[in-house]
């Protein structure tokens, strides 16, 4: 990818939708981390910020970089008035309020509620393996990927009791478009009917448990107390909404750059197959490496230096995760694949601070699960290569819009998914 950037390393004219594109963005990553770690993006003058060590110091920091700047993303002005209740509740808190209600949340992702999970995501992935025929093409990411997250994430949030499938990955597939640019008018025109059609979803999941209450997580949800006081159905929808749209993504489009990662390096499918105790730690640099939340936005609060640079007071921040995730001064030749780095864990992939991920735990577990499952069953793996991909358009998203995959078993059937790794 060619970039002009003139001799202003504060200014060099990088546009915002070169971070748009998401087949291979990684270029401009590299530019911006030896070159302009700290700068203004065009048009509107945002600044990008690139390197590890400023990520994470802004990441540990809400009284500096307060997350309400994700409110230029989240609530771009173009957006129509009654679809600008999606805050996605803590994800756009500061400390103190944030503190309180992340601790509300965190019972959705305790290691109790995990394990309970466990079974389900087991019977999920054989039965969908099961149904995949070897050595003939089809679409991973919605045949196994979607279908997968669909039924473990909304057992979690409800949406499995009226909501399919189909519904929930056009309504993905929209908000992961959302940027601060004004779209065409059609997408405007989708976003809003989408959204109401999601609040109205919501609104009925929150009416039943409030009516008819059961042992779990939505349950719990709209009967918790904060400061003697329940939560809002404004507060409740957007919870429901933040566990749903964090849930699906980071799981959904992990396994299909697993894949694509798999089909492009068969020795380690084959290392893996071999030995799947390290299936942890290809998840963690496949984390590292696709960084499928590309970005956060932060607002600060004071004028702050980053890298030499000064950054005005109320800034919009774009802190590039993926850039930080590929900095050479934290993660030595950072394009290679290496699943024996001793800083492993040490990536941003989820983020960091007090707005670490709530779900990371959870898709950990759902990824390695799924991929024991898939490398039991199948020997071979073959997906497009890069650039015959559709990919999104998004600064917040690294998402494919589909994956066509043939698996091959060397001549054993889908029978080999009950087998035991240890046979492999």
Not at 35 to 46: M, R, T
Request: glycine share 6%; hydrophobic share 40%.
């Amino acid at each position: 990818m060619s970039l002009d950037i003139d001799l202003d390393p504060i200014r060099p004219g990088i546009p915002l939708g070169l971070l748009e594109d998401q087949e291979n963005p990684f270029p401009v990553y590299e530019r911006l981390l030896q070159d302009h770690p700290v700068c203004q993006l065009e048009p509107d003058g945002i600044w990008a910020v690139s390197r590890y060590d400023d990520v994470r110091f802004a990441l540990e920091r809400p009284n500096l970089f307060l997350s309400s700047g994700l409110m230029a993303a989240m609530q771009p002005d173009w957006l129509h008035e009654d679809c600008r209740d999606r805050d996605l509740f803590i994800i756009m808190q500061d400390p103190p309020d944030h503190t309180k209600y992340r601790a509300l949340l965190n019972r959705a992702f305790a290691s109790k509620m995990i394990q309970a999970l466990i079974p389900l995501m087991h019977e999920t992935a054989q039965g969908l393996v099961k149904k995949i025929r070897p050595d003939e093409q089809f679409d991973f990411q919605k045949d196994f990927a979607y279908a997968y997250v669909h039924k473990i994430i909304g057992h979690i949030t409800g949406i499995e009791e009226g909501q399919s499938q189909e519904e929930v990955s056009r309504w993905l597939e929209v908000i992961g478009k959302l940027s601060p640019e004004k779209p065409d008018e059609h997408y405007i025109r989708e976003f809003g009917e989408l959204h109401r059609a999601q609040k109205e979803h919501f609104n009925n999941i929150i009416r039943d448990r409030r009516e008819h209450p059961r042992e779990d997580l939505v349950s719990a949800l709209v009967h918790a107390e904060v400061d003697g006081e329940q939560l809002t159905d404004h507060m409740l929808r957007n919870a429901l909404d933040l566990l749903l749209s964090a849930g699906y993504h980071t799981t959904l489009q992990m396994l299909c750059h697993s894949m694509i990662r798999l089909s492009q390096q068969p020795d380690l499918r084959q290392t893996l197959s071999a030995n799947p105790q390290q299936i942890p730690a290809f998840i963690e640099e496949a984390l590292r490496l696709e960084s499928i939340a590309p970005a956060l936005f932060r607002q600060t609060t004071e004028d702050i230096e980053l890298s030499g640079v000064r950054i005005p007071r109320g800034a919009t921040i774009l802190l590039l995760l993926a850039a930080a995730n590929r900095d050479p001064r934290q993660f030595p030749n950072p394009t290679e694949f290496q699943m024996g780095r001793p800083n492993i864990k040490m990536h941003l992939a989820f983020g960091h601070g007090p707005h670490t991920c709530l779900g990371a735990a959870l898709a950990r577990q759902e990824i390695k699960i799924a991929l024991e499952t898939i490398l039991a069953a199948f020997h071979g793996i073959s997906c497009p290569v890069d650039h015959e991909l559709s990919w999104s358009k998004s600064v917040l998203l690294r998402s494919v819009n589909a994956l066509p995959t043939v698996f091959t078993n060397d001549g054993f059937t889908n029978g080999g998914a009950d087998k035991s790794l240890s046979a492999h």
